[in-house]
């Protein structure tokens, strides 16, 4: 089934952590299995930040030295890092296999970041100089809580609970999606794509790299594919709904935008909010309610529907 | 049901009272609910476990804190109280409110509901202050639900009978595998509204979505604004006199009468080449030729 959220601020930043946290809480009936978070916190010019997490969840209780192995993989992104002319400002372990680096970096940073995901049990979940991308086993409360999530300023956010239904309940596969390595994009999904392993090699054959079998991979990875080629966020998702099939509603964030796309048949929810500096949206209103108690008039986006909001 | 108390249906259990009330299985006719109404019972047309409330016992009850399960529960025991009149605030888009209801009753949510908002009822009249999420009113068999703002998708799945209104705009799929009944839409509705319809009547004021009435059986649908396409085995009819009179009537009294009246109004009904709903099974056929 799965959860998505979204809301965007304009003109303004507020604790979208905190409002994102209580929203995917609200839907955690509909995907109990992992939650996810993309924030949007205020552009740090010159600065990236890069969320890697170096093993599994479930790995950390098998054993076998994983722990030894871990610390060398650290090593290895640092060294990888160094090698690449990146700076480290700051690196935080969050979890046994999380990890939150603050970097300056002048060069490009696709072959830098391929490089780091080509060590073993190594995978960025985000680069940007204003998205973090969280997630991990359990529900927003959980997560939020273990990351830290409940003081987080920014503009725009987007979230996800998951209730794994055609690849396994691991990190790899939970939501948000970075559309790598286009920085500061990620996609989140309710659905299922049906033309997913045709797509897939579509964009295989373009040179794009997929960490997971999860179908929801394929947005971010068509998403970047789109905005690396020139075509705007708008157009991305306008061509989505033609070009992939299935039943899906998705939302796409960008450093300043957020963008929902809904399939031909409408089967999947959405319901939307919008005032004049907040829009929020989510797959049932008891989400949008999480945040905004007072009454409010919302509706459902129609078929084949696309939006697109600015910061 | 003749001779047995209220008391003595309640401590039956489910299948016992199904078979008493008449419930089978027929294959055939495609009736699987009949009610044999007892003629001693002073014309009370109703279940015969429903709470008799009086409409003039009036409550309000908060539900911010409360669960679905809890309002619902709560709701129940207000009825077996006697209360006839049930105003239920701060609903915050709980899901399942006011489901599976048997009995006359004046229920009032002050706020917005989220999915399957009073399904499966039988009897009472609703409003909705706010707007609901999806399946609002699936399966209603009788009474009326009124929803002051916009609704979701499948508005009035499978419903049987009463009126299901909303003055605002609907999602996808209206009225999808409905069976009687009167689905009422104030503004627009979705793509693929009327799917496999096979009774009943549905009044769309504002413009409908793609493939409407795709693969319906019979029934009707309204059309007061634009169709973007017609599903397969949908067509257009004749707006009749009668059409207009019923049209009137009913978006009258549901104050949703458009300044232009109803000339515009589009019909639309089932081909027929798909399907035939009224058609005899093949071993019916046999009985009867």
Redesign the interface.
Known sequence: MCGIAGLIHRGKHSNVGFEMTAMLQALKHRGPDSTGFAVYGPPNPGDYIMRVKVAEAEDIDKGHGIMDRIADRIVKVDELLEEHGAKIKSKEQITPYALRYVITHDGETEKMAKQIEEIDGAEILSMGSGLELIKDLGDAAEVSSAYGLDEFDGSHAIGHTRMATESDVDIRSAHPYWAFPYNDVSVVHNGQITNYWIMRREMERKGHRFMSDCDSELLAVYTAHNLANGVTLEESLRRSISEIDGVFTYLVATKDQLGMAKD????K?L?LYESDDLIVMAS???A??AIL?E?I????P??EEVRVWQA | MAGMSDAELREMTQEERAKLLGMTTEQLTGRSLFIEFDPDAEERFTYPWAPDVDYNKRIEIDTDAMTSTEVNSKARSLMEEGYGTLVVQ?P????GLGVGILNRLNLIFD?????FAVGLIDGPNVRI???V??SCGENMMSGTIVVE??A??TFGAAIRGGDLVCR??????TGIDMKGGTIIVGGDT???SGFMMQRGRMVVCGNA??NLGDSMYDGTIYVGGKIQSLGVDAIEAELTDLDRKWLTRKLSQYELMPDAGVDHFTKIVAGKQLWNYDNLEPTEKKLIL
């Open positions: 031909t048949m409408a089967a929810p319901v049932e209103e008891v949008i309610r108690p009454e008039d919302t509706y459902d129609y078929d | 701060n915050r888009g709980k899901h706020g917005s509901l989220g999915y202050k706010g707007r999420g999806w703002k916009n979701g998708s605002g705009s609907v999602g996808s799929r979705g793509a693929l979505g793609k």
